[in-house]
């Protein structure tokens, strides 16, 4: 209860149960103690058909989960031989001595079905208790994702059918209109409707749109979600870029790959950020060439070529370095096309005419050049985030009409 | 719960809550429907003196808060006049017709003591029932954040008195090793301490140990906290690079001010990262040159002036190519050091001899270069992360014993 981390494992479980049309009542967080964990547990029972515990399956004292389950259901903990050899197996290949805490690992409660952990030691399991149903996971998300999808639900839609119906969700992004706007612009869908509902929810560069439909079935659900969707598009599809889980960095990926163009990255405040988004899509290198992350004036001048003189004049947050930034880069590592940031990230580097946020984005391609001048707002992060943002959404636009 | 959003709420009350020494005990979520809201106040008030209650206090349907604490508390919901015309002053300064709706968040719990709303319109109140106390404020983190801070905190201290001591955490970051090594190196600690308690929590590139305190005042904790932190460090303190909400590219550029080195940056598979984190300091422009995201040979060759025969007999991702990417760059630059990453982030591109995650890490310092090979598990995202953050700590360690 103390971690201080953000919890994405209820996030990620709402949304799994939701796939699967089971209603989340309760979510409910207990720090480590096997006594409260137990009347926890006791409580959900009373409440819940099934019941998903995450955590506390490690190998360390604080991990309870076994205890508490043990407790709750009155079931002894049984050595596994089987699961045993194979954490053992576990640490023989890596070489490391087992530490004897590990063995804990091995214990299942009697009459469990195991779950297989694809990305590590502990495996999850599932019981069935007084017609309930408990389903217990690692709390590592890289474990935790895997056993969900392939085991609890599986078993669950096994158990109890696909007859419950289904919530779906589908999210619009929204980029370049503040929040009040597009609640302006869609305010009435908002205000009618009670199934699909809207939500918005603001971001540092963008504000997403949630359609959720509950309906029978996903084929109902969908087609309810695409009449709202068509009518948001009307309003504002002009600032939709993208939509659930797509990135922009993929949508720039594709059209680049479809256009079998080439690019390259000169980047001053953002100091990689383009570069690193742009790759973060897999087969990136059949389309990006490489970038500089020209700091100092020196590096602009040296490595990408930028003339002297335009600094000289004006400066190196300017339109027309970025321009010469853009031009140059794209000539030195013989791309198609370049993107071009300069610009003040603060907090310090400010002066009347050229404020902290004031940031130029360059675009060429294959020899045109357009820049796009923006003040952004917020903290040194925030004005980086927002300017690679804003920077790969220009790319996107022009690279699309070229 | 279906809201897909990373719960921020919990985060920040059970940060205050342990600021003022009170045990948070259960989170519970409850989606938006009375019945299951009361029923969950009821189980509340069966195991805590405290509960408090965010959300469901705006004016549409599906805020339920108040008429589940009336239907708990069994008090009517009486309309408070002052606050009426409050709410619609607040409509009428906006030339806005105050909607039918908003009338709603006139009304409070019969005798409950109104807390004030300094970013909103919906205030939050708190009721004594039973000899529990209930605080009910607006999930809106902006309106909630100061209601908590000025209202609930003060009436809670004012209540039980400072008595009850506070809870403080100290969180020391561990980098190369594995969270079983760390477990068994400072085991006996974890077993024989009620208080201070120690947790671990594994991330990516880190594991974090929290060491958290329950004392009478700031300086018994800390003191406390002090005490187990030297005997953490004298175990694994080679390993422990930074504090509580430092960062590793803060010690980084610390060191870099101090010992007035300037640094530039060579990046294959981490295209950018180490860059953009480096310049994620304010101030960096006094250090770092600049870098280049080589992800194509060409730019390797061309940009940085790797020499082509290396890449010919060793590969891209080798210690040769990384050894020189470093140098060169280095002198590029103009810089006293520079950091240099090459590997194979994947899905494709490994082969047997060179699998998915090879990563190779070179640093040059005055001219002095030194290269690292690293396999490392996950997915690209995960690699190309670890890389990064590896990367900063062979930097961090070469350039603090040169």
Same mark, same amino acid.
């Given at each position: #209860? #103390?971690?201080?981390?953000?919890?994405?494992?209820?996030?990620?479980?709402?949304?799994?149960?939701?796939?699967? =049309? &089971?209603? /989340?009542?309760?979510?409910?967080?207990?720090?480590?103690? *096997? +006594?409260?964990?137990?009347?926890?547990?006791?409580?959900?029972? =009373?409440?819940?058909?099934?019941?998903?515990?995450?955590? =506390?399956?490690?190998?360390?004292?604080?991990?309870?989960?076994?205890?508490? @389950?043990?407790?709750?259901?009155?079931?002894?903990?049984?050595?596994?031989?089987? /699961?045993? %050899?194979?954490?053992?197996?576990? &640490?023989?290949?890596?070489?490391?001595?087992?530490?004897?805490?590990?063995? /804990?690992?091995?214990?299942?409660?009697?009459?469990?079905? !195991?779950?297989?952990?694809?990305?590590?030691?502990?495996? +999850?399991?599932?019981?069935?208790?007084?017609?309930?149903?408990?389903?217990? !996971?690692?709390?590592?998300?890289?474990?935790?994702?895997?056993?969900?999808?392939?085991?609890?639900?599986?078993?669950?839609?096994?158990?109890?059918?696909?007859?419950?119906?289904?919530?779906?969700?589908?999210? /619009?992004?929204?980029?370049?209109?503040?929040? %009040?706007?597009?609640?302006?612009?869609?305010?009435?869908?908002?205000?009618?409707? $009670?199934?699909?509902?809207?939500?918005? #929810?603001?971001?540092?560069?963008?504000?997403?749109?949630?359609? *959720?439909?509950?309906?029978?079935?996903?084929?109902?659900?969908?087609?309810?979600?695409?009449?709202?969707?068509?009518? @948001?598009?009307?309003?504002? +599809?002009?600032?939709?870029?993208?939509?659930?889980?797509?990135?922009?960095?993929?949508?720039?990926?594709?059209?680049?790959?479809?256009?079998?163009?080439?690019?390259? *990255?000169?980047?001053?405040?953002?100091?990689? #950020?383009?570069?690193?988004?742009?790759?973060?899509?897999?087969? %990136?290198?059949?389309?990006?060439?490489?970038?500089?992350?020209?700091?100092?004036?020196? $590096?602009?001048?040296?490595?990408?070529?930028?003339?002297?003189?335009?600094?000289?004049?004006? +400066?190196?947050?300017?339109?027309?370095c970025a321009a010469? !930034?853009?031009?140059?880069?794209?000539?030195?590592?013989?791309?198609?096309?370049?993107?071009s940031?300069t610009?003040?990230?603060?907090?310090?580097?400010?002066?009347?005419?050229?404020?902290?946020?004031?940031?130029y984005?360059g675009?060429?391609?294959?020899?045109?050049?357009?820049t796009?001048?923006?003040?952004?707002?917020?903290?040194?992060?925030?004005?980086?985030?927002? $300017?690679?943002?804003? $920077?790969?959404?220009?790319?996107?636009?022009?690279?699309?009409?070229?």
């Amino acid at each position: #209860l #103390l971690v201080q981390i953000l919890d994405t494992i209820a996030l990620f479980l709402s949304r799994k149960l939701a796939e699967i =049309g &089971f209603d /989340l009542h309760f979510k409910t967080t207990v720090g480590d103690n *096997t +006594g409260r964990l137990t009347a926890a547990l006791e409580i959900a029972a =009373g409440r819940a058909d099934v019941i998903i515990v995450t955590g =506390g399956l490690g190998p360390t004292v604080d991990d309870i989960t076994r205890d508490a @389950i043990s407790a709750f259901t009155g079931r002894k903990m049984v050595m596994d031989n089987q /699961l045993f %050899s194979r954490i053992a197996g576990y &640490f023989k290949k890596r070489n490391i001595e087992m530490p004897e805490n590990n063995q /804990l690992q091995a214990y299942m409660p009697e009459g469990a079905t !195991m779950l297989e952990n694809r990305a590590g030691i502990a495996p +999850g399991f599932i019981i069935e208790h007084n017609s309930k149903i408990i389903a217990v !996971m690692p709390g590592v998300p890289s474990e935790m994702h895997p056993m969900m999808e392939k085991s609890v639900m599986p078993y669950l839609l096994e158990k109890f059918g696909p007859a419950a119906g289904v919530i779906k969700s589908k999210v /619009l992004h929204v980029v370049n209109l503040p929040e %009040s706007v597009i609640d302006e612009k869609i305010e009435d869908l908002f205000r009618s409707l $009670a199934n699909p509902t809207i939500a918005l #929810l603001a971001h540092q560069a963008e504000v997403d749109v949630r359609i *959720t439909a509950k309906a029978a079935g996903v084929t109902d659900a969908d087609e309810m979600i695409s009449k709202v969707k068509a009518q @948001i598009y009307e309003r504002l +599809g002009d600032n939709i870029f993208y939509e659930d889980d797509e990135t922009l960095e993929q949508k720039v990926a594709q059209l680049l790959f479809d256009k079998k163009i080439t690019v390259a *990255t000169a980047e001053s405040c953002t100091a990689g #950020l383009v570069a690193f988004r742009l790759t973060s899509v897999a087969g %990136s290198s059949g389309f990006f060439m490489g970038g500089v992350n020209a700091y100092a004036n020196s $590096a602009k001048i040296n490595i990408i070529g930028v003339d002297e003189e335009i600094i000289k004049i004006h +400066g190196a947050v300017s339109a027309e370095c970025a321009a010469d !930034m853009a031009s140059k880069t794209r000539e030195k590592f013989g791309a198609d096309s370049a993107i071009s940031v300069t610009g003040i990230a603060g907090p310090g580097g400010g002066s009347e005419e050229k404020p902290v946020g004031l940031v130029y984005i360059g675009v060429d391609i294959n020899g045109e050049v357009k820049t796009h001048k923006y003040i952004f707002p917020g903290s040194r992060e925030s004005i980086r985030v927002r $300017a690679a943002q804003t $920077a790969l959404l220009c790319y996107y636009k022009e690279s699309k009409n070229a």
